[in-house]
């Protein structure tokens, strides 16, 4: 079993693929992790979302600053910006079942065995992992709860 970390997909399906290819993976036997911005920018966010979320528990995401941006936009709360690449997920049939499946993602993944966590862009130089990971769960259930609210907040 390998355990691969991605950063920063950014709507590249293509790429991404011809990454999964190079590495041989294998969702029955490989773990990837993804760590945050799985969209924008690049020409196919939803194919990206699409491919990981089908990955199941083979992939696991953190969100970054784009997956919020998606989830705010979504949620009316942001505006699209004239070089976000959103727009087909916002118009695709599947887009209220992959929004969901994306603000069910943590910002904060601990993973006990091989002591290690993940996050998306780093942790301030004054919190502790305790800190970061009560913030992030604060921050995650308000998301789940109501995300509008939560976004009209930041």
């Given at each position: 079993?390998?355990?691969?970390?991605?950063?920063?997909?950014?709507?590249?399906?293509?790429?991404?693929?011809?990454?999964?290819?190079?590495l041989?993976?294998?969702?029955?036997?490989?773990?990837?992790?993804?760590?945050?911005?799985?969209?924008n920018?690049?020409?196919?966010?939803?194919?990206?979302l699409?491919?990981?979320?089908?990955?199941?528990?083979?992939?696991?995401?953190?969100?970054g600053?784009?997956?919020?941006?998606?989830?705010?936009?979504?949620a009316?709360?942001?505006?699209?910006?004239?070089?976000?690449?959103?727009?087909?997920?916002?118009?695709?049939?599947?887009?209220?079942?992959?929004?969901?499946?994306?603000?069910?993602?943590?910002?904060?993944?601990?993973?006990?065995?091989?002591?290690?966590?993940m996050?998306?862009?780093?942790?301030?130089?004054?919190?502790?992992?305790?800190?970061?990971r009560q913030c992030?769960?604060?921050?995650?259930?308000?998301?789940?709860?109501?995300?509008?609210?939560?976004?009209?907040?930041?």
């Amino acid at each position: 079993m390998a355990l691969y970390a991605i950063g920063d997909v950014q709507g590249c399906d293509a790429e991404l693929g011809a990454l999964l290819t190079a590495l041989h993976f294998r969702a029955d036997r490989d773990r990837l992790w993804f760590v945050g911005d799985l969209v924008n920018r690049g020409p196919d966010s939803l194919a990206v979302l699409r491919r990981i979320r089908a990955l199941g528990a083979a992939a696991t995401v953190t969100l970054g600053n784009h997956d919020l941006h998606l989830l705010a936009v979504a949620a009316g709360c942001a505006r699209i910006r004239s070089d976000d690449t959103l727009n087909e997920i916002l118009a695709a049939p599947d887009r209220d079942a992959l929004l969901e499946w994306l603000a069910g993602r943590p910002l904060f993944h601990e993973e006990g065995a091989l002591n290690l966590v993940m996050v998306h862009a780093g942790l301030a130089p004054q919190w502790d992992l305790q800190l970061a990971r009560q913030c992030a769960r604060e921050f995650e259930a308000a998301l789940r709860r109501d995300p509008a609210k939560l976004f009209e907040r930041l």
